[in-house]
């Protein structure tokens, strides 16, 4: 059986450009955070879960968008492996979504919690010890390389929030990408400035990033923006 990309050391994996080392980093940086966020409540807990957001959606936007091509492509049962890993994405999407409507308050925000730490993790090792291993023997160094600069590319551009609505495959999630990585930076900027605001710039501020949700869910809702899944995982 291949090995975890969790057990090989950096040259293994391909050096620090491959795609697995790009790929793991972000891994431990989100297990630093699960460890942040075991035990915190209120606003320190929505801070660390804000942090969170903004690294797995925009890690797992760049995969479906860059790597899971590539494994369809070069594993013979990559379509049924990355069906998989699609749902648990769609899952996350919709616990994350599911925790912003409810806010502090909602009575069934720890069941939502301790399922969406459950996903995330599951999701890693599924990655890690199951589909990266298997890649990795597909494609040579140089290919690992290359998908790793074109992920990290993504990555950057990609949006940095839920969207269950929109296509976890191409071409509904590269069509959407820009406008809803616009709106969702646009936003996150507003949100860091109402946290620093003077209280009476907060209710605009606000406002204002209520706007901007209002237009990326009019984006995500569009027929371009759903088209791709095969079977459909987006709602």
Do not use: C, Y
């Not at 975890?4 to 391909?14: H, N, V, W, Y």
């Not at 929109?166 to 969702?184: E, K, T, Y």
């Not at 209280?199 to 088209?227: D, F, K, N, Y």
């Amino acid at each position: 059986m291949p090995r975890s990309i969790a057990d090989q050391t950096e040259e293994e994996l391909g050096g620090p450009g491959s795609v697995l080392v790009r790929q793991r980093k972000d891994h431990v940086e989100l297990d630093r955070l699960l460890q942040d966020l075991d035990g915190s409540t209120g606003r320190t807990q929505e801070e660390v879960l804000t942090r969170i957001d903004r690294l797995v959606f925009s890690h797992a936007f760049a995969e479906e968008t860059v790597i899971w091509p590539v494994v369809r492509r070069v594993l013979p049962d990559g379509e049924a492996i990355t069906l998989q890993i699609e749902e648990e994405h769609q899952e996350v999407n919709e616990l994350v979504a599911a925790l912003e409507r409810g806010g502090l308050d909602d009575p069934q925000r720890p069941a939502l919690l301790a399922r969406l730490v459950e996903a995330l993790q599951a999701d890693v090792r599924e990655e890690e010890d199951v589909l990266f291993p298997r890649l990795q023997e597909h494609l040579d160094v140089a290919e690992l390389r290359r998908l790793g600069r074109r992920w990290d590319l993504v990555r950057r551009i990609s949006p940095t929030r839920p969207h269950p609505t929109v296509s976890r495959r191409p071409p509904g999630n590269a069509l959407s990408a820009l406008p809803l990585s616009l709106l969702d930076r646009s936003r996150d900027a507003v949100d860091a400035g109402v946290r620093r605001a003077p209280a009476r710039l907060v209710p605009v501020g606000e406002a204002v990033s209520r706007g901007l949700a209002v237009l990326a869910g009019l984006v995500e809702r569009t027929p371009p923006a759903r088209r791709g899944d095969r079977p459909p995982t987006s709602r």
